[in-house]
């Protein structure tokens, strides 16, 4: 499957300002929710909602050579997690690698990324993609069930 690349600066820093993140050793993923995916959804062949990525690498990954070696194993480690586990879709996603993935395997990348995919609540199965899980409901004590409030 293709990957629809984010190229306009306002869509990245919404995302920064606006959308959740997570990071890791190797990685960082803002996402927020795509308010333009059903226009793009329209506009597709496939006729199918799409995540638009953007992979942003700063001089301080490294050199050339290191800034997209990064970029390549982000890109496959997107493309394995979606085939395999599946990644909800409409949402606009920049990834920002750091300095320990032009070191890493593409597998420590891969289970970094899954990892923060899985936090912001990205993977299909998943229920709230908003960011932040609410307060776990209280739960009663025992001596508040018996009546007892000593």
């Known amino acids: 499957m293709k990957l629809y690349a984010l190229k306009e600066n306002h869509l990245f820093r919404r995302a920064y300002q606006k959308g959740g993140r997570r990071s890791s050793r190797t990685v960082t993923v803002y996402a927020l929710k795509d308010r333009a995916a059903g226009l ?21 990954v490294g050199g ?15 493309r394995q997690i979606d085939k395999t586990v599946g990644i ?21 990348v891969q289970s970094d990324l899954l990892a923060c995919l899985s936090a912001l609540a990205l993977l299909k199965g998943q229920d709230d993609p908003a960011g932040e899980p609410g307060p776990a409901p209280r739960e009663r004590d025992a001596d508040a069930a018996d009546g007892d409030l000593s």
């Open 88 to 108: 909800r879709k409409g949402f606009l996603l920049v990834i920002v690698p750091k300095t320990a993935a032009t070191v890493s395997k593409m597998q420590d």
């Open 40 to 60: 793009l959804r329209k506009q597709n062949p496939q006729k199918q909602t799409l995540n638009r990525i953007g992979i942003s690498a700063s001089k301080k």
């Open 64 to 78: 050339a050579v290191q800034r997209n070696r990064a970029k390549r194993l982000i890109r496959e480690a997107y």
